[in-house]
């Protein structure tokens, strides 16, 4: 695995980056050097919490997908991970400045997080909780 080198800036929530997502992806998973939305760090933190980005705007309506207003890409929700810092190795740039999202794209991507994030409780050991009794 090749070494990752220091970043000498700052990274930044609602942020978009460059990140390298190495992990070979099976299927439908994201992967390999894509754009990625920062949606949760700290500076004291060595990860961060990410939305992996399309490089092509997607317009296929399926819930977890926002189009972003910048009319670029889409925000691929389903797919929210966390990352080490190390991973991200660029800024994203849009018309000379870094990227971000706009009011609108932070509040349909909330919206979307609030019904992925949303799952059922680990239930007890021997109980029946799969509705099929």
């Not at 660029?90 to 919206?111: G, V, W």
């Not at 680990?122 to 509705?131: C, R």
């Given at each position: ?7 000498n800036?700052?990274i930044?929530?609602?942020f978009?980056?460059?990140?390298r997502l ?35 705007r997607?317009n ?6 926002i189009d972003?207003?910048?009319g ?18 660029a ?8 990227a ?8 349909r991507i ?13 239930f007890?050991k021997?109980?029946?909780?799969s509705?099929?009794?």
């Amino acid at each position: 695995m090749a070494k990752a080198k220091n970043i000498n800036f700052h990274i930044f929530n609602n942020f978009i980056y460059w990140t390298r997502l190495d992990n070979p992806p099976f299927g439908h998973e994201q992967g390999l050097n894509r754009p990625c939305l920062v949606i949760h760090t700290t500076k004291e933190a060595g990860t961060c919490i990410v939305i992996p980005l399309t490089l092509e705007r997607l317009n296929d309506n399926i819930p977890y997908h926002i189009d972003l207003d910048n009319g670029k890409s889409t925000a691929l929700i389903e797919h929210i991970k966390s990352i080490d810092k190390k991973r991200i190795y660029a800024k994203l740039y849009l018309n000379k400045e870094h990227a971000t999202i706009t009011e609108n794209d932070r509040t349909r991507i909330n919206e979307q997080l609030a019904k992925v994030i949303c799952i059922k409780p680990i239930f007890k050991k021997g109980v029946d909780n799969s509705g099929n009794a």
